[in-house]
């Protein structure tokens, strides 16, 4: 279901000159700004599918087109708490495979 693990060995593996731009260019959730100190980095492109979620009633939930940040962050914490919705485990480790898993 996901291309870029096999696109990442290939690419580590050929003669292809590459390079890794950090995660400022590539943030996938906003929530993840919440871990990063005022002075880390400036997020610099979003890459949030979430910011399509109006397009494709077939595939993604029908809602609102996100205009702004704010209101794509609260669209991300709404999803956050949707993942991780039923599952009580104060290990912040062990709580992934109680989710995964459903240990």
Do not use: C, K
Not at 36 to 49: F, G, K, V, Y
Not at 89 to 99: I, K, Q, T
């Amino acid at each position: 279901m996901r291309d870029q693990p096999i696109l990442r060995d290939l690419l580590w593996t050929s003669d292809i000159r590459f390079y890794v731009l950090p995660p400022e260019f590539n943030l996938r959730r906003l929530t993840l700004l919440d871990a990063w100190e005022p002075l880390d980095a400036r997020p610099t492109i979003i890459h949030s599918h979430r910011l399509m979620d109006h397009m494709d009633a077939g595939y993604h939930p029908v809602g609102p087109r996100l205009r702004a940040p704010a209101e794509l962050v609260a669209a991300e914490r709404a999803a956050h708490a949707a993942e991780w919705a039923g599952v009580e485990e104060s290990d912040p480790v062990r709580r992934f495979a109680v989710a995964q898993l459903g240990e």
